[in-house]
Nanobody, 114 residues
Framework: VQLVESGGGLVQAGGSLRLSCKVS???????MGWYRQAPGLEREMVAT???????AYADSVKGRATVSRNKAEDMVYLQMDSLKPEDTAVYYC??????????WGRGTQVTVSS
């Protein structure tokens, strides 16, 4: 199973970006989502989406982030708007499969300049 993120980069505060994650391999995703880790901090959940339509967001991104998934193509996306310097982190794609196995991507850097 491989998870490959794309879409990170440098963006000015107030801007937007869209992260994408392609999941390949034999997996039946139950939860797909995004986590992030800033230097010196622990990895934290940003947004997750379940296969039955539920979504959860960190308080710090509520109203600014939207997680979506394309089940047919095994893709998950994260749209982030009104970006802040504190959103700077490595963003990781995460999949929890039915039955429990969990997978991670290698991460994509997002840097928000003030």
């Amino acid at each position: 199973v491989q998870l490959v993120e794309s879409g990170g980069g440098l963006v000015q505060a107030g801007g937007s970006l869209r992260l994408s994650c392609k999941v390949s391999g034999s997996v039946f995703p139950y939860i797909m989502g995004w986590y992030r880790q800033a230097p010196g901090l622990e990895r934290e959940m940003v947004a997750t989406s379940t296969s039955v339509g539920g979504a959860a967001y960190a308080d710090s991104v509520k109203g600014r982030a939207t997680v979506s998934r394309n089940k047919a193509e095994d893709m998950v996306y994260l749209q982030m708007d009104s970006l802040k310097p504190e959103d700077t982190a490595v963003y990781y794609c995460n999949v929890v499969a039915w039955g429990g196995p969990q997978y991670w991507g290698r991460g994509t850097q997002v840097t928000v300049s003030s």
